[in-house]
């Protein structure tokens, strides 16, 4: 198996073989470069390299166009013949057509398997950042995380969240005093915000069953990596479900995965298009975070490619972990462009052979500056390359091509159908139609008894000062209600001493902050 996964050629004529070495892969990279200057094939080309090498790939398909990956090149192709010629010129010997085992992924599950996570699995920080909550809200966002974990009510869904907010703003009272003050206001606001998650797409994310991390870490029968494509076209209408998303698989890959140290190849690359997105008034916390992530996940074996127009959209020590770079080319209209342009230029290690800043403005389409880590990670020195051309099929599949090959996927059938288990919701719903039940119940007792015993039982309210009020029989619902309620919070209390239902997502990184 080789070593290496082949990018392109460098050197004056492009014919030194520029490669990228599966032993450093984990140790992230950067595809970078303006409009149209060969982001998505160079992204296309390295999805084909490690799937080859074996090594499983998610990647997000922004536009649409990756899921040709899913299907060779053809002789047929408009680009067939610049493909060859560009082939040549790089020295590219056994360049042939092939395509990768796909699979497809959807959150909305139209284009793909749908996939899902539950919302503690999201955990309180992502959930309050996905809706853009204030402090205050996000601290009640904590408290609901801390009362269904303590009262044992799984946290599933998003009629889950729904249902414990109603029960926090119900026992505000009591709540206020072991937590501080819980407000109407940001209860209901949180509310609010619930309802565009919810039309954004919420409702389809939030569920089981959820995500099996394994399912994206597959390989085929010929030992090739399978190729997780995420659909994410529609979800861009909601770019901060988009980024949140990704960054929880993220986190969860981080948590859940063993440490391997430095593997000879990577477990799993994870491409983060549009990565902008992600930083784009982020807290702070939040990108210590990633940057925590980052760092950590690469003893996981997980290699992290951050995809973005301008490297300067992405924070410094961040961009500082990304070892394997692929910088196609930058505008340089405005003043800020240049100044960008300087920066990003000053991060190689310079080529005496040429200007590395002047050549970032220079490069062709499909051609980049280029910086792999070489032997023992030391960044290697800038090279322009021209990057080789796709061997699967360049722009998108049809509808039907796509539906192949979702059901000849072994994921067919697994996700597709939506459980909903007994969940915070249930319970809550149960606690009061239990309570409601009961106090039918004694009513209907109250009708169903004589007028003489009414009579009899209302007279002896004043026969004596021992006797009780036997109107007391006639339950006002609400207080039924508050008592069926906290007498069932206590047996469930009681059932689940102990017992952890909200995940530490990232390992306690995201939860205690
Ligand atoms: N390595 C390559 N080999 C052959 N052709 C290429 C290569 N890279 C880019 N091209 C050509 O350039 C076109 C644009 O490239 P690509 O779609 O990758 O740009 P992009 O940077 O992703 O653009 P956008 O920002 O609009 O998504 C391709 O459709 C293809 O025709
Ligand atoms: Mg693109």
Not at 187 to 193: E, K, N, T, V, W
Not at 219 to 225: I, L, P, S
Not at 473 to 502: H, N
Request: one cysteine or more.
């Amino acid at each position: 198996m080789s070593e290496n996964i082949f990018l392109g050629g460098g050197g004056a004529d492009y014919c030194q073989p520029q490669t990228l070495s599966l032993k450093y892969a984990n140790r992230h990279g950067l595809i970078a470069g303006a409009t149209g200057t060969g982001k998505t094939v160079t992204l296309q080309i390295l999805a084909e390299g490690f799937s080859k090498a074996g090594v499983p790939v998610f990647l997000s398909d922004v536009k649409g166009d990756l899921s040709g990956l899913a299907l060779a090149g053809s002789e047929s192709h408009k680009l067939h013949g610049a493909f060859q010629k560009r082939a040549e010129t790089i020295g590219f010997t056994d360049y042939e057509y092939a395509a990768c085992p796909v699979t497809f992924w959807d959150l909305f599950g139209q284009q793909g398997h749908p996939v899902r996570t539950t919302v503690s699995e999201m955990g309180p920080l992502l959930l309050s950042r996905l809706m853009d909550l204030s402090e205050a809200q996000e601290g009640i966002v904590n408290i609901v995380f801390r009362v269904a974990d303590e009262e044992g009510m799984p946290l599933l869904d998003m009629k889950d969240l729904q249902a414990l907010l109603v029960w926090i703003g119900e026992n505000r009272a009591n709540l206020s005093l072991r937590y501080g003050n819980v407000s109407t206001a940001s209860i209901g606001a949180i509310q609010r915000r619930l309802l565009v998650l919810e039309n954004q797409g919420g409702t389809n994310l939030f569920g089981e069953p959820a995500l099996e991390l394994a399912d994206l870490m597959r390989t085929d029968a010929n030992g090739n990596g399978m190729v997780n494509i995420l659909a994410s076209d529609k979800l861009m209408g909601s770019p901060r479900l988009y980024a949140t998303f990704l960054l929880w698989l993220l986190s969860e890959l981080f948590e859940e995965l063993p440490e391997v140290g430095d593997p000879d190849k990577p477990k799993l690359v994870f491409f983060f298009d549009e990565a902008h997105l992600l930083f784009e008034d982020a807290p702070k916390v939040l990108v210590d975070k990633v940057e925590q992530v980052a760092r950590l996940i690469r003893s996981k074996g997980v290699g992290v490619y951050f995809i973005s127009q301008n490297p300067a959209d992405i924070p410094e020590d961040i961009l500082g972990q990304l070892g394997n770079r692929v910088q196609h080319a930058l505008r340089a209209f405005t003043a800020r462009d240049r100044k960008n342009l300087r920066l990003a230029a000053e991060t190689y290690r310079e080529n005496p052979t040429f200007d590395t800043e002047a050549a970032i403005r220079e490069v062709g389409v499909g051609e980049a500056v280029t910086s792999m880590l070489q032997k023992k990670g030391v960044p290697g020195i800038v090279e322009r390359t021209l990057i080789r051309p796709p061997g699967s099929q360049l722009g998108p599949i049809t509808a039907a091509e796509r539906q192949t090959v979702m059901n000849a996927s072994p994921m067919k059938g697994k996700y597709e159908t939506r459980k909903d288990r007994r969940s915070a919701f249930e319970m809550l719903q149960a606690r009061t139609d239990a309570a409601a039940q009961a106090a039918a119940e004694a009513e209907e007792q109250l009708e169903s008894q004589s007028i003489a015993e009414r009579e009899f039982a209302t007279a002896r309210r004043y026969s004596g000062s021992k006797v009780t009020r036997s109107s007391s029989r006639i339950v006002r619902k609400k207080d039924t209600f508050a008592t069926a309620m906290s007498e069932a919070v206590i047996k469930e209390l009681k059932g689940t001493t102990g017992r952890r239902i909200v995940r530490g997502i990232l390992g306690g990184l995201f939860r205690n902050r």
